[in-house]
């Protein structure tokens, strides 16, 4: 990989061709005709717009080189279980611990696609809580954890999956993931908690309780308890648990990102579209991730 990107130009043509693949187009006028400065800047023939490959995606304003950015992602990607800032800081050599934090963060939120496709099928819904274990109430009502909703598709395997945190398990924060996350005239698989029966058939979904085919005692939904399992396990395990409850929805993602592409072959595969995926979203300042934890104390027993 190294060889690949081992110069920045080498990178910026990477990253032309991910993110005009049909050639360059104005973000502002959408015109398809440009020439390129002697300070390597996109001008607009029509409206003059200068840009580059860089401006509007997470790569906006890094001081840091691009080649930098691609052994951090090849990093990240050829890991199975992924890796920690602190894992990273070592592996690009950088000073400062905030800066493998940072780049970390923007990579995750690089990790999902907003236009993904639903889910479809036979899906297993259920809910679990990351946390450490702490004294209060237990269940669906417990106090001091985040709670997440899995959702996995297939009848026979696992296919893909989905995780949300959500504030409650009512109804009116379990169904609105759902429509978010799984295609209407899908079979919905859940247990008997009144949070789904309410509102799911009405939302166009074959809404199936298990709890009355399955014997008690047996494990009602395997799949989600899996999934369950092994996320917990790669939190505890990849990032020690010190994942704060602010910033648990972009490790989910990274999970996600991970545990759909469990099949792939080619880690190059998952570098590609990691990358892709850097070029189409939209920059990520340090105090928009920032911001929601300010003023809070980090809770490190996630």
Not at 58 to 68: A, E, G, H, Y
Not at 71 to 94: C, D, F, P
Not at 161 to 174: F, G, K, Y
């Amino acid at each position: 990989m190294e060889s690949w990107f081992a110069t920045e130009k080498a990178c910026q043509e990477y990253l032309i061709k991910l993110r005009w693949p049909s050639g360059f187009h104005c973000p502002r006028c959408r015109s398809k005709k440009a020439w390129v400065r002697s300070n390597g800047l996109f001008e607009c023939s029509n409206c003059h717009l200068q840009t580059s490959v860089t401006a509007g995606t997470i790569f906006q304003d890094t001081k840091k080189p691009l080649s930098l950015w691609f052994k951090a992602m090849w990093h990240i990607t050829s890991q199975k279980y992924g890796a920690n800032a602190l894992g990273v800081q070592r592996e690009l050599n950088l000073g400062s611990y905030r800066t493998a934090w940072t780049w970390l963060h923007k990579l995750r939120r690089a990790m999902i696609r907003p236009d993904r496709d639903l889910l479809s099928g036979t899906i297993q819904v259920d809910e679990t809580f990351i946390g450490g274990p702490k004294e209060g109430k237990r269940g669906r009502g417990a106090e001091g954890k985040v709670l997440v909703l899995i959702l996995v598709q297939g009848e026979k395997k696992i296919g893909r999956i989905r995780l949300c945190v959500i504030p409650d398990a009512s109804a009116e924060s379990l169904v609105p993931e759902i429509q978010k996350n799984v295609s209407p005239g899908s079979t919905v698989l859940t247990d008997g908690w009144l949070g789904y029966s309410k509102q799911l058939e009405k939302s166009g979904y074959i809404h199936e309780v298990i709890r009355d085919t399955i014997r008690v005692g047996d494990d009602l939904l395997p799949k989600c308890h899996l999934v369950a399992s092994l996320l917990k396990r790669w939190l505890l395990g990849t990032h020690q648990g010190a994942v704060s409850p602010e910033h648990l929805a972009y490790y989910l993602d990274e999970f996600t990102f991970r545990f759909n592409r469990r099949t792939s072959a080619s880690r190059g595969k998952l570098f590609y579209r990691l990358v892709q995926q850097a070029v189409a979203i939209d920059p990520v300042p340090l105090m928009t991730m920032t911001q929601n934890a300010r003023g809070r104390k980090p809770n490190h027993n996630l």
